[in-house]
Protein backbone atom coordinates (compact mmCIF):
# COMPACT_ATOMS: atom_id res chain seq x y z
CA UNK A 1 0.00 0.00 0.00
CA UNK A 2 1.64 3.26 -1.13
CA UNK A 3 0.45 6.70 -0.78
CA UNK A 4 0.55 8.19 -4.40
CA UNK A 5 0.44 11.77 -5.81
CA UNK A 6 -0.51 11.98 -9.17
CA UNK A 7 -1.29 15.06 -11.44
CA UNK A 8 -1.31 15.91 -15.08
CA UNK A 9 1.09 18.72 -16.42
CA UNK A 10 -0.66 21.08 -18.76
CA UNK A 11 0.79 23.57 -21.67
CA UNK A 12 -0.72 26.80 -20.80
CA UNK A 13 1.50 29.92 -19.72
CA UNK A 14 0.07 29.63 -16.50
CA UNK A 15 -0.01 32.97 -14.38
CA UNK A 16 1.15 33.48 -10.99
CA UNK A 17 -0.76 33.55 -8.57
CA UNK A 18 -1.23 32.84 -4.18
CA UNK A 19 -2.74 29.28 -3.93
CA UNK A 20 -4.31 28.41 -0.22
CA UNK A 21 -5.59 25.28 1.08
CA UNK A 22 -7.15 25.69 4.37
CA UNK A 23 -5.87 27.85 7.14
CA UNK A 24 -2.56 27.50 5.93
CA UNK A 25 -0.30 30.91 4.86
CA UNK A 26 -1.03 30.81 0.88
CA UNK A 27 2.20 30.08 -1.49
CA UNK A 28 2.45 31.82 -4.54
CA UNK A 29 3.55 30.22 -7.45
CA UNK A 30 2.54 29.96 -11.31
CA UNK A 31 2.45 26.00 -11.16
CA UNK A 32 -0.61 24.48 -8.57
CA UNK A 33 1.71 21.61 -8.09
CA UNK A 34 4.33 23.35 -6.68
CA UNK A 35 2.27 25.15 -4.39
CA UNK A 36 -0.22 22.08 -3.32
CA UNK A 37 2.81 20.00 -2.94
CA UNK A 38 4.34 22.18 -0.57
CA UNK A 39 1.23 22.95 1.44
CA UNK A 40 0.92 19.42 1.90
CA UNK A 41 4.52 18.66 2.92
CA UNK A 42 3.94 21.70 5.49
CA UNK A 43 1.16 19.78 6.82
CA UNK A 44 3.31 16.63 7.32
CA UNK A 45 1.79 14.98 4.37
CA UNK A 46 4.20 12.70 2.62
CA UNK A 47 4.10 10.66 -0.77
CA UNK A 48 5.81 7.46 -1.34
CA UNK A 49 5.10 8.27 -4.88
CA UNK A 50 4.73 11.10 -6.82
CA UNK A 51 3.38 11.03 -10.62
CA UNK A 52 3.36 13.73 -13.33
CA UNK A 53 1.11 13.04 -16.69
CA UNK A 54 3.16 14.25 -19.25
CA UNK A 55 2.50 14.63 -22.86
CA UNK A 56 5.03 16.09 -25.46
CA UNK A 57 4.29 19.25 -25.34
CA UNK A 58 3.96 19.63 -21.93
CA UNK A 59 7.24 18.23 -21.66
CA UNK A 60 8.95 21.32 -23.71
CA UNK A 61 7.69 23.74 -21.87
CA UNK A 62 6.17 23.70 -18.05
CA UNK A 63 8.45 20.63 -17.33
CA UNK A 64 11.83 21.03 -17.98
CA UNK A 65 11.30 25.07 -18.43
CA UNK A 66 8.51 27.39 -18.78
CA UNK A 67 7.77 30.06 -21.02
CA UNK A 68 6.32 33.63 -19.93
CA UNK A 69 4.61 35.88 -22.44
CA UNK A 70 4.04 39.69 -22.00
CA UNK A 71 0.31 40.33 -21.83
CA UNK A 72 1.05 43.68 -22.78
CA UNK A 73 3.61 43.41 -25.37
CA UNK A 74 3.57 39.61 -26.40
CA UNK A 75 6.81 39.08 -25.73
CA UNK A 76 8.10 35.12 -24.27
CA UNK A 77 11.12 34.60 -21.82
CA UNK A 78 12.01 31.45 -21.38
CA UNK A 79 12.96 30.39 -18.11
CA UNK A 80 15.61 27.62 -18.42
CA UNK A 81 15.76 24.72 -15.62
CA UNK A 82 13.24 26.74 -13.78
CA UNK A 83 9.98 23.96 -14.72
CA UNK A 84 8.43 21.20 -12.59
CA UNK A 85 11.00 18.73 -12.85
CA UNK A 86 13.67 20.96 -11.34
CA UNK A 87 11.11 21.82 -7.88
CA UNK A 88 10.37 17.90 -7.74
CA UNK A 89 14.23 17.10 -8.19
CA UNK A 90 15.26 19.94 -5.44
CA UNK A 91 12.28 18.82 -2.91
CA UNK A 92 11.25 15.29 -3.36
CA UNK A 93 14.14 13.48 -5.08
CA UNK A 94 14.05 9.45 -6.07
CA UNK A 95 9.96 9.87 -4.83
CA UNK A 96 8.68 11.63 -8.33
CA UNK A 97 7.70 9.90 -11.97
CA UNK A 98 7.59 11.66 -15.44
CA UNK A 99 4.85 9.59 -17.12
CA UNK A 100 4.23 10.25 -20.92
CA UNK A 101 0.60 10.28 -22.01
CA UNK A 102 -0.95 11.01 -25.83
CA UNK A 103 -3.11 14.33 -25.81
CA UNK A 104 -6.38 11.60 -26.27
CA UNK A 105 -7.62 13.04 -29.76
CA UNK A 106 -8.69 10.10 -31.10
CA UNK A 107 -10.04 6.85 -29.79
CA UNK A 108 -6.71 5.04 -30.00
CA UNK A 109 -4.99 7.82 -27.55
CA UNK A 110 -7.79 7.42 -25.55
CA UNK A 111 -7.35 3.71 -24.93
CA UNK A 112 -3.75 4.61 -24.75
CA UNK A 113 -3.76 7.34 -21.98
CA UNK A 114 -6.45 4.86 -20.38
CA UNK A 115 -3.71 2.00 -19.74
CA UNK A 116 -0.90 4.65 -19.14
CA UNK A 117 -3.36 6.06 -16.09
CA UNK A 118 -4.09 2.81 -14.80
CA UNK A 119 -1.14 1.12 -15.24
CA UNK A 120 0.53 3.49 -12.93
CA UNK A 121 -1.86 2.80 -10.07
CA UNK A 122 -0.51 -0.21 -8.11
CA UNK A 123 -2.89 -2.69 -5.37
CA UNK A 124 -4.27 -0.80 -2.51
CA UNK A 125 -2.65 2.93 -2.98
CA UNK A 126 -3.74 5.59 -1.32
CA UNK A 127 -4.37 8.57 -4.13
CA UNK A 128 -4.35 12.17 -4.26
CA UNK A 129 -5.17 14.08 -7.57
CA UNK A 130 -5.10 17.25 -8.31
CA UNK A 131 -6.49 17.90 -11.80
CA UNK A 132 -6.05 21.62 -11.75
CA UNK A 133 -3.68 21.85 -14.80
CA UNK A 134 -4.70 18.93 -17.26
CA UNK A 135 -4.44 19.40 -20.44
CA UNK A 136 -7.98 19.77 -22.76
CA UNK A 137 -10.06 16.61 -21.44
CA UNK A 138 -6.87 14.51 -19.74
CA UNK A 139 -8.04 15.45 -15.96
CA UNK A 140 -11.82 14.05 -17.04
CA UNK A 141 -10.10 10.99 -18.09
CA UNK A 142 -8.85 10.12 -14.19
CA UNK A 143 -12.91 9.50 -13.13
CA UNK A 144 -13.49 6.69 -15.59
CA UNK A 145 -9.95 5.47 -14.38
CA UNK A 146 -10.82 5.62 -10.50
CA UNK A 147 -13.76 3.85 -10.89
CA UNK A 148 -11.91 1.13 -13.13
CA UNK A 149 -9.12 0.71 -10.58
CA UNK A 150 -11.13 0.76 -7.64
CA UNK A 151 -13.20 -2.36 -7.99
CA UNK A 152 -9.98 -4.19 -10.09
CA UNK A 153 -7.03 -2.94 -7.60
CA UNK A 154 -8.86 -1.40 -4.79
CA UNK A 155 -7.36 1.41 -4.83
CA UNK A 156 -8.80 4.69 -2.55
CA UNK A 157 -9.30 7.95 -3.08
CA UNK A 158 -8.00 10.32 -0.46
CA UNK A 159 -8.23 14.26 -2.04
CA UNK A 160 -9.17 15.71 -5.27
CA UNK A 161 -7.63 19.05 -5.28
CA UNK A 162 -8.74 22.06 -7.81
CA UNK A 163 -6.99 25.53 -7.77
CA UNK A 164 -9.53 27.26 -8.52
CA UNK A 165 -8.16 30.15 -10.35
CA UNK A 166 -9.74 33.50 -11.49
CA UNK A 167 -8.02 36.23 -12.89
CA UNK A 168 -7.33 39.48 -10.60
CA UNK A 169 -9.09 37.61 -7.45
CA UNK A 170 -6.30 36.45 -5.05
CA UNK A 171 -5.44 34.15 -2.91
CA UNK A 172 -6.91 30.93 -5.36
CA UNK A 173 -8.84 28.48 -3.00
CA UNK A 174 -7.15 24.69 -3.60
CA UNK A 175 -10.78 22.99 -3.18
CA UNK A 176 -11.26 19.41 -2.46
CA UNK A 177 -13.73 17.28 -4.65
CA UNK A 178 -13.12 14.45 -3.03
CA UNK A 179 -17.68 14.73 -3.60
CA UNK A 180 -16.88 13.33 -6.77
CA UNK A 181 -15.73 10.12 -5.27
CA UNK A 182 -18.47 9.63 -3.39
CA UNK A 183 -20.94 9.86 -6.47
CA UNK A 184 -19.19 7.90 -8.05
CA UNK A 185 -19.41 5.32 -5.19
CA UNK A 186 -23.24 5.82 -5.18
CA UNK A 187 -23.16 5.47 -9.07
CA UNK A 188 -22.11 2.11 -8.77
CA UNK A 189 -23.66 1.16 -5.41
CA UNK A 190 -27.13 2.16 -7.33
CA UNK A 191 -25.85 0.30 -10.54
CA UNK A 192 -24.83 -2.69 -8.13
CA UNK A 193 -28.36 -3.00 -6.72
CA UNK A 194 -30.76 -1.91 -10.07
CA UNK A 195 -28.81 -4.53 -11.97
CA UNK A 196 -28.56 -7.61 -9.40
CA UNK A 197 -30.82 -6.66 -6.56
CA UNK A 198 -27.54 -6.76 -3.91
CA UNK A 199 -27.63 -3.21 -1.59
CA UNK A 200 -24.63 -4.24 0.28
CA UNK A 201 -23.15 -1.36 -1.09
CA UNK A 202 -25.47 0.85 -0.70
CA UNK A 203 -25.19 -0.17 3.53
CA UNK A 204 -21.46 -0.04 3.22
CA UNK A 205 -21.75 3.88 2.19
CA UNK A 206 -24.43 4.24 4.63
CA UNK A 207 -22.36 2.80 7.04
CA UNK A 208 -19.04 4.65 5.95
CA UNK A 209 -21.08 8.18 5.98
CA UNK A 210 -22.87 7.39 9.48
CA UNK A 211 -19.14 6.70 10.96
CA UNK A 212 -17.70 10.31 9.68
CA UNK A 213 -20.47 13.09 10.83
CA UNK A 214 -20.48 14.26 14.42
CA UNK A 215 -24.13 13.91 15.48
CA UNK A 216 -24.62 10.32 14.53
CA UNK A 217 -27.90 10.54 15.99
CA UNK A 218 -29.10 12.47 12.62
CA UNK A 219 -27.95 10.04 10.73
CA UNK A 220 -29.39 7.00 12.71
CA UNK A 221 -32.45 6.89 10.69
CA UNK A 222 -30.59 6.45 7.65
CA UNK A 223 -28.69 3.39 8.90
CA UNK A 224 -31.63 1.81 9.93
CA UNK A 225 -33.25 2.13 6.45
CA UNK A 226 -29.49 0.76 5.04
CA UNK A 227 -29.89 -2.38 7.28
CA UNK A 228 -33.53 -3.15 6.70
CA UNK A 229 -33.17 -2.36 2.84
CA UNK A 230 -30.10 -4.92 3.22
CA UNK A 231 -31.73 -7.75 5.16
CA UNK A 232 -34.69 -7.62 2.64
CA UNK A 233 -32.60 -8.04 -0.44
CA UNK A 234 -30.64 -10.54 1.18
CA UNK A 235 -33.54 -12.26 2.02
CA UNK A 236 -34.99 -11.89 -1.19
CA UNK A 237 -31.46 -13.48 -3.41
CA UNK A 238 -31.65 -16.24 -0.28
CA UNK A 239 -35.35 -17.02 -0.75
CA UNK A 240 -36.75 -16.22 2.77
CA UNK A 241 -40.63 -16.34 1.88
CA UNK A 242 -41.47 -17.90 4.94
CA UNK A 243 -43.34 -14.91 7.07
CA UNK A 244 -42.35 -16.34 10.12
CA UNK A 245 -38.70 -15.94 9.66
CA UNK A 246 -37.49 -12.64 11.52
CA UNK A 247 -36.01 -11.16 8.74
CA UNK A 248 -38.38 -12.62 5.88
CA UNK A 249 -39.15 -10.73 2.82
CA UNK A 250 -42.38 -9.42 3.82
CA UNK A 251 -41.11 -8.84 7.36
CA UNK A 252 -37.82 -7.03 6.07
CA UNK A 253 -40.09 -5.18 3.75
CA UNK A 254 -42.13 -3.81 6.30
CA UNK A 255 -39.51 -2.51 9.03
CA UNK A 256 -38.00 -0.70 5.68
CA UNK A 257 -40.91 1.04 4.76
CA UNK A 258 -41.40 1.80 8.16
CA UNK A 259 -38.10 3.09 9.11
CA UNK A 260 -37.88 5.18 5.82
CA UNK A 261 -40.91 7.28 6.56
CA UNK A 262 -39.33 8.07 9.84
CA UNK A 263 -36.15 9.09 7.54
CA UNK A 264 -37.96 11.46 5.92
CA UNK A 265 -38.71 13.20 9.44
CA UNK A 266 -34.92 14.01 10.04
CA UNK A 267 -33.64 17.06 9.83
CA UNK A 268 -30.56 16.79 7.37
CA UNK A 269 -32.37 14.18 5.17
CA UNK A 270 -32.58 16.59 2.51
CA UNK A 271 -28.69 17.18 3.27
CA UNK A 272 -27.73 13.67 1.76
CA UNK A 273 -29.13 14.19 -1.57
CA UNK A 274 -26.80 11.58 -2.65
CA UNK A 275 -28.35 8.99 0.12
CA UNK A 276 -31.74 10.20 -0.20
CA UNK A 277 -32.06 9.93 -3.75
CA UNK A 278 -30.74 6.46 -4.68
CA UNK A 279 -32.61 5.26 -1.41
CA UNK A 280 -36.17 6.54 -3.06
CA UNK A 281 -35.16 4.80 -6.03
CA UNK A 282 -34.62 1.59 -3.94
CA UNK A 283 -37.46 1.72 -1.95
CA UNK A 284 -40.02 2.47 -4.85
CA UNK A 285 -38.42 -1.07 -6.36
CA UNK A 286 -39.23 -3.28 -3.59
CA UNK A 287 -42.38 -1.45 -2.02
CA UNK A 288 -44.76 -4.18 -2.78
CA UNK A 289 -43.13 -6.62 -1.22
CA UNK A 290 -44.77 -4.92 2.08
CA UNK A 291 -48.41 -5.28 3.56
CA UNK A 292 -50.39 -8.27 4.17
CA UNK A 293 -49.99 -10.73 1.33
CA UNK A 294 -50.83 -14.36 0.89
CA UNK A 295 -47.68 -16.73 0.32
CA UNK A 296 -48.11 -16.91 -3.43
CA UNK A 297 -48.72 -13.48 -3.65
CA UNK A 298 -45.95 -12.66 -2.04
CA UNK A 299 -44.04 -15.67 -4.02
CA UNK A 300 -45.10 -13.98 -7.69
CA UNK A 301 -44.06 -10.82 -6.71
CA UNK A 302 -40.34 -11.85 -5.83
CA UNK A 303 -40.10 -14.16 -9.17
CA UNK A 304 -40.94 -11.37 -11.43
CA UNK A 305 -38.48 -9.42 -9.26
CA UNK A 306 -36.36 -11.80 -9.91
CA UNK A 307 -37.08 -12.11 -13.64
CA UNK A 308 -36.35 -8.85 -14.09
CA UNK A 309 -33.04 -9.22 -12.70
CA UNK A 310 -31.98 -12.41 -14.70
CA UNK A 311 -31.86 -13.91 -11.02
CA UNK A 312 -32.44 -17.24 -12.47
CA UNK A 313 -32.17 -19.33 -9.87
CA UNK A 314 -34.29 -17.16 -7.35
CA UNK A 315 -36.75 -16.85 -9.96
CA UNK A 316 -37.40 -20.51 -10.60
CA UNK A 317 -37.40 -21.58 -7.21
CA UNK A 318 -39.61 -18.91 -6.01
CA UNK A 319 -42.31 -20.15 -9.10
CA UNK A 320 -42.36 -23.38 -8.01
CA UNK A 321 -42.46 -22.99 -3.94
CA UNK A 322 -45.35 -20.20 -5.03
CA UNK A 323 -47.49 -22.59 -7.12
CA UNK A 324 -47.36 -25.39 -3.90
CA UNK A 325 -48.31 -22.46 -2.13
CA UNK A 326 -50.94 -20.99 -3.91
CA UNK A 327 -52.39 -25.29 -4.08
CA UNK A 328 -51.93 -24.97 -0.47
CA UNK A 329 -53.88 -21.93 -0.43
CA UNK A 330 -57.05 -23.43 -2.54
CA UNK A 331 -57.27 -27.00 -1.10
CA UNK A 332 -56.31 -25.98 2.52
CA UNK A 333 -56.32 -22.54 3.74
CA UNK A 334 -53.69 -20.22 3.67
CA UNK A 335 -52.47 -21.47 7.06
CA UNK A 336 -51.68 -24.57 5.29
CA UNK A 337 -49.15 -23.52 3.39
CA UNK A 338 -47.07 -23.09 6.43
CA UNK A 339 -47.93 -26.69 7.18
CA UNK A 340 -44.64 -28.55 6.22
CA UNK A 341 -46.41 -32.14 6.33
CA UNK A 342 -49.54 -30.40 4.09
CA UNK A 343 -47.01 -28.96 1.80
CA UNK A 344 -44.79 -31.76 1.28
CA UNK A 345 -46.70 -34.75 1.93
CA UNK A 346 -49.74 -33.69 0.48
CA UNK A 347 -49.76 -30.85 -2.07
CA UNK A 348 -46.16 -31.74 -3.74
CA UNK A 349 -46.64 -35.58 -3.46
CA UNK A 350 -50.14 -35.03 -5.25
CA UNK A 351 -48.53 -32.33 -8.33
CA UNK A 352 -45.52 -33.82 -8.74
CA UNK A 353 -47.34 -37.27 -9.27
CA UNK A 354 -49.33 -35.96 -11.50
CA UNK A 355 -47.21 -34.28 -13.44
CA UNK A 356 -44.87 -37.27 -14.04
CA UNK A 357 -47.74 -39.41 -14.97
CA UNK A 358 -49.34 -37.08 -17.02
CA UNK A 359 -46.43 -36.72 -18.85
CA UNK A 360 -45.13 -40.54 -19.25
CA UNK A 361 -49.25 -40.93 -20.69
CA UNK A 362 -50.18 -43.40 -18.23
CA UNK A 363 -53.48 -44.13 -16.88
CA UNK A 364 -54.41 -41.16 -14.65
CA UNK A 365 -57.09 -43.27 -12.64
CA UNK A 366 -54.48 -45.65 -11.70
CA UNK A 367 -51.71 -42.95 -10.79
CA UNK A 368 -54.62 -41.42 -8.41
CA UNK A 369 -55.43 -45.10 -7.05
CA UNK A 370 -51.63 -45.72 -5.81
CA UNK A 371 -51.06 -41.95 -4.85
CA UNK A 372 -54.51 -42.89 -2.07
CA UNK A 373 -53.23 -46.14 -1.30
CA UNK A 374 -50.28 -43.99 0.58
CA UNK A 375 -50.48 -44.00 4.19
CA UNK A 376 -50.90 -40.42 4.63
CA UNK A 377 -54.05 -40.58 2.48
CA UNK A 378 -55.28 -44.05 3.71
CA UNK A 379 -55.13 -42.80 7.03
CA UNK A 380 -56.09 -39.20 6.92
CA UNK A 381 -59.90 -38.41 4.90
CA UNK A 382 -59.03 -34.94 4.81
CA UNK A 383 -55.89 -35.17 2.98
CA UNK A 384 -57.19 -38.23 1.13
CA UNK A 385 -60.23 -35.54 -0.33
CA UNK A 386 -57.56 -33.15 -1.11
CA UNK A 387 -55.93 -35.35 -3.53
CA UNK A 388 -58.69 -36.32 -5.18
CA UNK A 389 -59.93 -32.54 -5.42
CA UNK A 390 -56.39 -31.71 -7.10
CA UNK A 391 -56.09 -34.35 -9.17
CA UNK A 392 -59.52 -33.61 -10.80
CA UNK A 393 -58.93 -30.02 -10.93
CA UNK A 394 -55.34 -30.27 -12.41
CA UNK A 395 -57.02 -32.19 -15.49
CA UNK A 396 -58.80 -29.41 -16.42
CA UNK A 397 -55.69 -26.71 -17.06
CA UNK A 398 -52.64 -26.70 -18.87
CA UNK A 399 -49.84 -27.89 -16.53
CA UNK A 400 -47.40 -29.50 -18.64
CA UNK A 401 -44.77 -26.56 -18.08
CA UNK A 402 -44.60 -27.43 -14.38
CA UNK A 403 -42.49 -30.46 -15.38
CA UNK A 404 -39.85 -28.36 -16.90
CA UNK A 405 -39.90 -25.39 -14.12
CA UNK A 406 -38.82 -28.19 -11.43
CA UNK A 407 -36.81 -29.81 -14.05
CA UNK A 408 -34.85 -26.57 -14.24
CA UNK A 409 -35.06 -25.41 -11.01
CA UNK A 410 -33.70 -28.95 -9.86
CA UNK A 411 -30.87 -28.68 -12.74
CA UNK A 412 -29.61 -25.13 -11.29
CA UNK A 413 -29.81 -26.15 -7.97
CA UNK A 414 -27.96 -29.67 -8.50
CA UNK A 415 -25.03 -28.17 -10.06
CA UNK A 416 -26.38 -29.06 -13.66
CA UNK A 417 -26.23 -32.64 -12.30
CA UNK A 418 -29.72 -33.65 -13.10
CA UNK A 419 -30.99 -33.86 -16.92
CA UNK A 420 -33.13 -31.41 -18.39
CA UNK A 421 -34.14 -30.87 -21.98
CA UNK A 422 -35.12 -27.34 -21.36
CA UNK A 423 -32.69 -24.70 -22.11
CA UNK A 424 -31.89 -22.49 -19.55
CA UNK A 425 -32.58 -19.17 -20.85
CA UNK A 426 -34.10 -15.85 -20.32
CA UNK A 427 -37.12 -16.39 -22.92
CA UNK A 428 -37.72 -19.47 -21.59
CA UNK A 429 -37.76 -17.48 -17.71
CA UNK A 430 -40.26 -15.08 -19.06
CA UNK A 431 -42.58 -17.97 -20.23
CA UNK A 432 -42.28 -20.29 -17.46
CA UNK A 433 -42.89 -16.93 -15.51
CA UNK A 434 -46.19 -16.21 -18.07
CA UNK A 435 -47.37 -19.98 -17.89
CA UNK A 436 -47.06 -19.72 -13.60
CA UNK A 437 -49.37 -16.17 -13.68
CA UNK A 438 -52.11 -18.52 -16.16
CA UNK A 439 -52.02 -21.41 -14.11
CA UNK A 440 -52.71 -19.20 -10.67
CA UNK A 441 -55.30 -17.32 -12.73
CA UNK A 442 -56.99 -19.89 -14.26
CA UNK A 443 -57.15 -22.09 -10.87
CA UNK A 444 -58.24 -18.92 -9.54
CA UNK A 445 -61.25 -18.42 -12.65
CA UNK A 446 -62.55 -22.48 -11.92
CA UNK A 447 -62.91 -22.22 -7.71
CA UNK A 448 -66.69 -22.60 -8.31
CA UNK A 449 -65.16 -26.52 -10.65
CA UNK A 450 -63.76 -27.46 -7.50
CA UNK A 451 -65.04 -30.86 -6.55
CA UNK A 452 -67.15 -30.62 -3.23
CA UNK A 453 -66.50 -33.14 -0.39
CA UNK A 454 -69.67 -35.41 -0.97
CA UNK A 455 -68.50 -35.82 -4.58
CA UNK A 456 -64.95 -36.72 -3.55
CA UNK A 457 -65.70 -39.19 -1.20
CA UNK A 458 -67.97 -40.83 -3.61
CA UNK A 459 -64.72 -40.97 -5.78
CA UNK A 460 -62.40 -42.23 -2.93
CA UNK A 461 -65.37 -44.84 -2.08
CA UNK A 462 -65.01 -46.20 -5.52
CA UNK A 463 -61.09 -46.53 -5.80
CA UNK A 464 -60.52 -47.43 -2.34
CA UNK A 465 -63.34 -49.33 0.02
CA UNK A 466 -62.72 -49.78 3.79
CA UNK A 467 -60.06 -52.52 4.35
CA UNK A 468 -61.67 -55.94 4.99
CA UNK A 469 -60.69 -58.59 7.44
CA UNK A 470 -59.14 -60.48 4.89
CA UNK A 471 -55.00 -61.81 5.13
CA UNK A 472 -54.02 -62.94 1.47
CA UNK A 473 -51.65 -65.82 1.64
CA UNK A 474 -49.32 -65.36 -1.68
CA UNK A 475 -47.62 -68.26 -1.80
CA UNK A 476 -47.07 -71.45 -3.40
CA UNK A 477 -48.66 -73.40 -0.12
CA UNK A 478 -52.00 -72.90 0.46
CA UNK A 479 -53.38 -72.65 3.84
CA UNK A 480 -54.95 -75.65 3.90
CA UNK A 481 -51.63 -76.65 4.94
CA UNK A 482 -51.13 -74.16 7.39
CA UNK A 483 -50.73 -75.52 11.21
CA UNK A 484 -52.78 -74.14 13.29
CA UNK A 485 -49.81 -72.21 15.15
CA UNK A 486 -49.86 -70.23 11.68
CA UNK A 487 -53.28 -69.42 11.13
CA UNK A 488 -53.55 -68.19 14.91
CA UNK A 489 -50.06 -66.03 14.29
CA UNK A 490 -52.17 -64.67 10.98
CA UNK A 491 -54.99 -63.58 13.20
CA UNK A 492 -53.03 -61.95 16.02
CA UNK A 493 -51.80 -59.70 12.61
CA UNK A 494 -55.77 -58.74 11.21
CA UNK A 495 -58.24 -60.10 14.27
CA UNK A 496 -61.19 -62.53 12.93
CA UNK A 497 -59.45 -62.41 9.50
CA UNK A 498 -60.65 -64.82 6.90
CA UNK A 499 -57.36 -65.88 4.45
CA UNK A 500 -57.67 -66.01 1.17
CA UNK A 501 -54.82 -68.12 -1.31
CA UNK A 502 -53.32 -66.36 -4.20
CA UNK A 503 -50.92 -68.61 -5.45
CA UNK A 504 -47.64 -67.47 -6.62
CA UNK A 505 -46.96 -67.39 -10.04
CA UNK A 506 -44.32 -69.55 -12.19
CA UNK A 507 -41.76 -67.70 -13.05
CA UNK A 508 -39.38 -68.99 -15.71
CA UNK A 509 -35.74 -68.72 -14.97
CA UNK A 510 -35.34 -67.13 -18.44
CA UNK A 511 -37.88 -64.09 -17.98
CA UNK A 512 -35.99 -60.36 -18.65
CA UNK A 513 -36.98 -57.85 -16.74
CA UNK A 514 -39.99 -56.32 -18.50
CA UNK A 515 -41.46 -59.73 -17.93
CA UNK A 516 -41.01 -59.85 -13.88
CA UNK A 517 -42.75 -56.33 -13.99
CA UNK A 518 -45.92 -58.08 -15.81
CA UNK A 519 -46.11 -60.91 -13.98
CA UNK A 520 -46.11 -58.48 -10.35
CA UNK A 521 -48.26 -56.28 -11.52
CA UNK A 522 -51.20 -59.11 -12.56
CA UNK A 523 -50.47 -60.34 -9.47
CA UNK A 524 -50.79 -57.12 -7.47
CA UNK A 525 -54.13 -56.63 -8.97
CA UNK A 526 -55.49 -60.25 -8.10
CA UNK A 527 -54.50 -59.21 -4.19
CA UNK A 528 -55.94 -55.80 -4.44
CA UNK A 529 -59.37 -57.22 -5.47
CA UNK A 530 -59.56 -58.60 -1.88
CA UNK A 531 -58.60 -55.27 -0.03
CA UNK A 532 -56.47 -57.15 2.16
CA UNK A 533 -55.67 -55.43 5.45
CA UNK A 534 -52.44 -57.91 5.26
CA UNK A 535 -50.37 -60.21 2.84
CA UNK A 536 -48.27 -62.84 3.34
CA UNK A 537 -45.40 -63.01 0.75
CA UNK A 538 -43.18 -65.50 -0.33
CA UNK A 539 -41.87 -66.67 -3.99
CA UNK A 540 -39.36 -65.68 -6.87
CA UNK A 541 -37.09 -63.28 -5.08
CA UNK A 542 -37.73 -60.45 -8.44
CA UNK A 543 -41.61 -60.86 -8.30
CA UNK A 544 -41.29 -60.74 -4.35
CA UNK A 545 -39.81 -57.60 -4.08
CA UNK A 546 -41.48 -55.60 -7.08
CA UNK A 547 -45.15 -57.08 -5.03
CA UNK A 548 -44.02 -56.13 -1.47
CA UNK A 549 -42.67 -52.79 -2.71
CA UNK A 550 -46.25 -51.79 -4.28
CA UNK A 551 -48.23 -53.21 -1.46
CA UNK A 552 -46.21 -51.34 1.31
CA UNK A 553 -46.75 -47.81 -0.84
CA UNK A 554 -50.24 -48.28 -0.58
CA UNK A 555 -50.04 -49.01 3.16
CA UNK A 556 -50.82 -52.31 3.25
CA UNK A 557 -48.63 -54.17 5.60
CA UNK A 558 -46.71 -57.47 4.42
CA UNK A 559 -44.88 -60.09 6.15
CA UNK A 560 -42.84 -63.51 5.48
CA UNK A 561 -43.37 -67.28 7.26
CA UNK A 562 -40.49 -68.08 9.44
CA UNK A 563 -39.49 -71.47 10.17
CA UNK A 564 -37.54 -73.66 12.90
CA UNK A 565 -35.87 -76.87 11.80
CA UNK A 566 -36.65 -79.49 14.94
CA UNK A 567 -34.94 -82.99 14.74
CA UNK A 568 -37.86 -85.78 15.01
CA UNK A 569 -36.67 -89.54 16.13
CA UNK A 570 -38.70 -92.43 15.46
CA UNK A 571 -38.01 -95.95 16.62
CA UNK A 572 -37.65 -98.31 13.54
CA UNK A 573 -36.88 -102.14 13.11
CA UNK A 574 -33.60 -101.06 12.36
CA UNK A 575 -33.28 -99.00 15.14
CA UNK A 576 -33.72 -94.73 15.96
CA UNK A 577 -34.69 -92.94 12.78
CA UNK A 578 -33.76 -88.89 12.32
CA UNK A 579 -35.63 -86.89 10.69
CA UNK A 580 -35.71 -82.60 10.16
CA UNK A 581 -39.39 -81.19 10.45
CA UNK A 582 -39.84 -77.01 9.61
CA UNK A 583 -42.09 -75.74 12.30
CA UNK A 584 -43.65 -72.65 11.71
CA UNK A 585 -42.60 -70.39 14.02
CA UNK A 586 -43.64 -66.51 13.45
CA UNK A 587 -44.43 -63.51 10.85
CA UNK A 588 -41.75 -61.25 10.43
CA UNK A 589 -42.45 -58.00 8.68
CA UNK A 590 -40.68 -56.77 5.63
CA UNK A 591 -38.80 -53.33 6.60
Not at 176 to 186: F, R, V
Request: hydrophobic residues 35%.
Amino acid sequence: MSKVFMTVVGTSNYNETAYKLGDAEPITNRFVQKSLLTLLKNKGEEFDKIIFFITNEAKEGNWKRYYRKNKYTGKETIYENEGLEAFLEENFPGKYMAVPISTAENEEGILSLFNNMYDSMTEGDEITLDVTHGFRSISFLFFPVISYAKELKKIKIDHIYYGNYIEDKTPTEIVDLKKYDEILDWSNAAHNFIASGNASEIKELSDKRYNIIDNKKEFSEANTVSKWLLNLTNALLTCKGANEQSESIAVSAKKLIDSSENLKKSPRYKEYVLYHKLIEHAIESVRGFSGVKSHYELGLQAAEWYKNRNLVQQAYTAMRETIISFLCSVFGNEENADNKDFRLDVVTDVLNTYVKEKSKKHDMDKALKNLLYKPVFSENINYRLVCIKMFDMLEKIDCDFIRQLTDTRNKINHFGMNKNTVTISKDNLERHYEDTKKFIEKINAGKNEILTDEQAMKIADQMIPDKTNVFVNFSNHSVVNWSEEQKNAAAEIVPGCKIADVPFPQVNGSADEDEIQRIAEKSIQEILSYNPSAVMCQGEFGVCWKVVSALQKMGIKVVYSCSERKAVEKQTENGVEKTSVFCFARFREFR
